[in-house]
C-alpha cells in the first residue's frame, strides 16, 4: 500500500527538529538551510506550517528534466533524484510549480524530498504527529493532486 | 497508424514516449539530425566544464529505451515535407511516408552577417558537436571572445571560466540577459562577471572579425576597439528549422505557426518545441519560446492530440528561466518586466548580489525575477501559473517581497494550509 506524508499544521508548534533531523539524515550536517522539509512560519497568526515535496503524479521535476536525473521510485512513489545524472542545470527547480525541489550550491545539484528510502525522518522527530507517514488515501493527496492538475498543461 | 517525428530533442523524444503511452499500436518513427543518440543541450554547458562525459548529456540513459517502447530512431534530415502525398523526403532522397507528423526540428544558432564571420576558430555553441570543437580548441589562458551575453551565451560563460580562458564578452544591450533581467538585474549579473575576472563590454557589438595570418584574430568592435582573440564564440542568437518547408504550405513566421492543439496551418501535420510558436501564457500571444519546459510540455501536448483528435487545448505556456551565470543564479517567470496598469515590489541587496523582483495585476502575481536566490523558486510558478488571488498578502508583498513562499502557502495552497485535511 502507498504511504504517504500526512502533514498536520494545527498541530506544529514550530520545534524545527524535521529540519534537523532531515539534514542530517540526508547531508551529514545539522543545517536547517539544507532539509528538504522546511517549516514555515506565520507569526502574526502564531501558526507554523511544515512543507515539502508531495511526489505530486504530474511530477513537473521529472518531466522537465533534461537528462532523466529524476525518476519513480516503484516502491515509494517517490520522485527520487540521482546525484551522479543530475547536472545540476536547475530547469527542474523553475518547473516545479510548489518549489520543492532545490538547488544546493555547495553540491552543485538539486535535492528533494525522496521519503528517506521509506522510513521518513522528519516523521520520527516530529514531537506532536504533525508529520505522519499513512496510507496514501487517507491523507488528502488527491485533493492535493487535484490542484496540482491546475497548473497541467496537457492533461491525458 | 504512422506517426512520424522529426527532431530528437526533448520536444520530440516527450511526443515519441507520449504517443506510445496513448497508442500501443502504432508505428513511431523519430527523425534524428545528428550522428549521436538524442541529447539534450541544455547540458552542453557541463560537458563542455568537464563534469559529465558527453553520454551524460543524453536525454534517455536506459540502454534500449527506445527500443524497449518499440520507437524506431531513424539518423537522416528531412529537406521537404509534401502534406499531400503525406511524405517527407530526406537528405539524400529516401522518401518516408507518414499519417500523422510532429515537427519539432528544433533551433539553429545564428551568426551575424559581419565581415570575417566564416574564419576558422569561430564556432557557434548550440550542438555536442560544436562543444567538442571548442574543448579541443581553447586551453587555459587562451584568449576568448564571446559575442552575447543572452542566456546561452552567460550558460557558456561558465563553462568558458571554468576552463581557465582569459575571456572577453561583448554584448551589444546595455546589460547582460536582457531578454530576462531588468537593467537592475542585468547589471548585476555584469558586475558579478567583472569580479570574476571576465571582460564585459555591453553596448556595443563586433563589427568584424580579421585573420593576421598566424597572429590570432583581430575582433573590432563598432566602438573602435581592436581585440585578440584564439577563438570567437558567437551566441547572438538562434532561429527556427524550418527552412526544409519551404513549399510545403506549412505557415511559418517566427516559427511554425500552430492552433490551441498544437497543429500547424495544414492537416495531420504539428510542431513542438523550439520550431513552433505556441500560445503564451501570460499574453495570449504566439510566440517561440525556446525552453526546455515548453518544449516538454508541447510534445505531450501534441502527441495527445495527435491521438485522440483536438480534444486538449493549450491554455499555454508559461516562459520562465533559470541562469547560472558563473555561480550567480537567476531566474525570470512570466511577466518580469511588468505589464500596464500593474504593481511592482522590489528587494534589493546590491553588495550580495540578491534582487527580487515582484509584478502584481490587481492582487494577482504575474511576473517575477531574482537574483541570488536558489530555495522555493518554484512557487513564483505556481503563484503566476494557478493565477491564485493573494488578498491580504498583496500587501504584505509589497513590503516584504522575500515572503514569496509564506504567501504561496497562504494563498495558493489554502486547502492544505488552513484546513487540516481528513
Redo the contacts between chains.
Sequence with gaps: MQKSL??????CTGCLQCESACSLVNEGTVNPAKSRI?V?S?HDEGRF?P?TCTQCDEA?CM??C???AIVLNPVNGSKDVLSD?C?????C?????????????ST?KVVKCDLCGGDPECVSACPTQAITYVDANA??LD??RA?AM??D???? | MHYVIIGAG?AGV?AAEHLRKYNSLAQITMLVAEDVPPY????LP?FLVG??KAE???????EGHFEGLNITLKHGRASAVDPVSKAITLLGGEVINYDKLLVASGATATRPPIPGIDLKNIFNCWSLADSHKIVESTQPGSKVILMGAGFIGCIILEALAARGVDLTVIEMENRMVSRMTNEVMGTMIKDWCVNKGIKVLTSTKVSRIDDDGDSPLTVSTEDGQKLPADVVICATGVRSNTAFLEGSGIEVDMGIVVDDFMQSSVADVFAAGDVAQGRDLSTGDYYVQAI??TA??HG??AA?NMVFGKR?P????LN???L?TV?L?S?S?GMWMGVDGGEEAEMSDIGNFKYLNLQFKDDVLVGASSLGM?????????LI??GAHLGDWKAKLMAEPNRI??A???S??A???AT???
Design positions: 500526512h502533514i498536520d499544521p494545527a498541530k522546511k514555515f506565520f506550517v512543507y513537473w518531466q522537465a533534461p537528462v532523466d545524472v547536472v545540476g542545470c536547475k530547469v527547480t523553475i518547473a516545479c510549480p510548489f518549489g520543492t525541489i532545490n538547488y544546493n550550491t552543485g491523507t488528502g485533493k492535493m490542484w491546475k497548473t498543461n496537457a492533461g491525458a | 526533448p516527450n539534450s543541450r541544455m547540458a557541463y563534469n559529465v551524460g548529456t543524453y536525454l534517455r540513459k536506459n526546455q519546459p516538454v510540455e505531450k501536448l495527445n486538449t493549450h491554455p499555454g505556456n520562465m528561466n533559470v547560472d555561480g543564479i531566474t517567470f536558489t530555495q522555493h523558486v518554484g512557487v513564483m510558478r505556481g501559473q494557478t513562499s509564506e504561496y502557502l497562504a495558493a495552497q486547502q492544505h494550509v487540516a485535511p481528513v
